[in-house]
């Protein structure tokens, strides 16, 4: 690590450092995307107190993240945030993950938080990635239902709420289920050498579900294309299905060895086309 790397631009604050354990690696051989969550919302807690608030009166509502460049079993890395917009009640905190041995950002997340009441003259310039329109997907048939689970003592944040990473894993949980109805199994996984790897989140929770809720996530293809493919999930209270949290989410069809996309075979992709729902 170099100096340079230790260094914090004005205005943000160190929020997390730590590095990448073999336990939160996924099935792609790189971090998994909850475990960045996890971090992410540590994060925003430490901002949160570092502007003199308090993370137990304020909950998020929206985030945006952009993958950009992977890490791997072992990796070192520590994250900075501040805050980017503020307007009443509301402030959205810009963090930025980076590779503490290259200096490289490999993530960024704009996390949305209601409770917070901070200065306007705390904000600084975001020059992450914009966040781009999706288009938005109508219910009905196309939907496959991906999880049924209950909330667990283990998913509840600090305030007794299902904490956002907990949805995360769920909605991970609920690619492969997804994946696999178009022909994209862990044997062919396994055996090709391919994997879903994702370059973009964008997530809004409507109502944290509590301890003992049932939840179901329901799952659908948005987008198909020559290497890339969106989902879009739906965590759902399966009484009266209402919608607790959505995740749009991009990633590409990653050949394992090289790292770098690769093409959707075409019985695969016309077998997902054909499940596009919008």
């Given at each position: 690590m170099t100096?340079?790397?230790?260094?914090?631009?004005?205005?943000?604050?160190?929020?997390?450092?730590?590095?990448?354990?073999?336990?939160?690696?996924?099935?792609?051989?790189?971090?998994?995307?909850?475990?960045?969550?996890?971090?992410?919302?540590?994060?925003?807690?430490?901002?949160?107190?570092?502007?003199g608030q308090d993370p137990n009166a304020c909950h998020t509502v929206d985030c945006h993240t952009r993958y950009l460049a992977e890490l791997r079993k072992g990796d070192q890395y520590h994250i900075h945030s501040a805050?980017?917009?503020?307007?009443?009640?509301?402030?959205?905190?810009g963090h930025k993950l980076i590779n503490s041995a290259t200096g490289e950002t490999c993530a960024t997340n704009e996390q949305t938080i209601v409770g917070a009441d901070l200065?306007?003259?705390?904000?600084?310039?975001?020059?992450?990635?914009?966040?781009?329109?999706?288009?938005?997907?109508p219910a009905g048939p196309g939907w496959t239902r991906a999880v049924v689970d209950i909330v667990a003592p283990k998913d509840l944040d600090r305030a007794g709420h299902m904490s956002v990473s907990a949805m995360i894993h769920r909605f991970s949980s609920a690619i492969?289920?997804?994946?696999?109805?178009a022909g994209m199994d862990p044997a062919y996984h396994r055996d090709q050498r391919i994997g879903y790897s994702t370059f973009e989140f964008q997530l809004q929770i409507l109502e944290r579900p509590e301890i003992g809720q049932p939840i179901d996530v329901v799952s659908c293809f948005a987008h198909v294309g020559g290497s890339s493919m969106r989902l879009v999930h739906r965590l759902q209270r399966p009484s009266d299905?209402?919608?607790?949290?959505?995740?749009?989410?991009?990633?590409?069809?990653?050949?394992?060895?090289?790292?770098?996309?690769?093409?959707?075979?075409?019985?695969?992709a016309s077998r997902a086309k054909a499940m596009v729902v919008g």
């Open positions: 100096d340079a790397n230790d260094a914090v631009p004005e205005g943000y604050t160190e929020t997390f450092r730590s590095d990448v354990p073999p336990w939160e690696v996924d099935i792609v051989e790189h971090f998994t995307v909850a475990y960045y969550y996890e971090k992410f919302m540590t994060a925003g807690d430490r901002a949160l107190m570092a502007h805050p980017i917009s503020i307007a009443e009640g509301t402030v959205v905190f200065a306007e003259n705390t904000v600084v310039l975001w020059d992450g990635p914009a966040r781009e329109a999706r288009a938005e997907i492969g289920q997804l994946l696999t109805r299905g209402a919608l607790l949290a959505e995740l749009s989410q991009f990633g590409v069809h990653l050949d394992l060895d090289a790292r770098r996309p690769s093409r959707i075979p075409e019985p695969m």
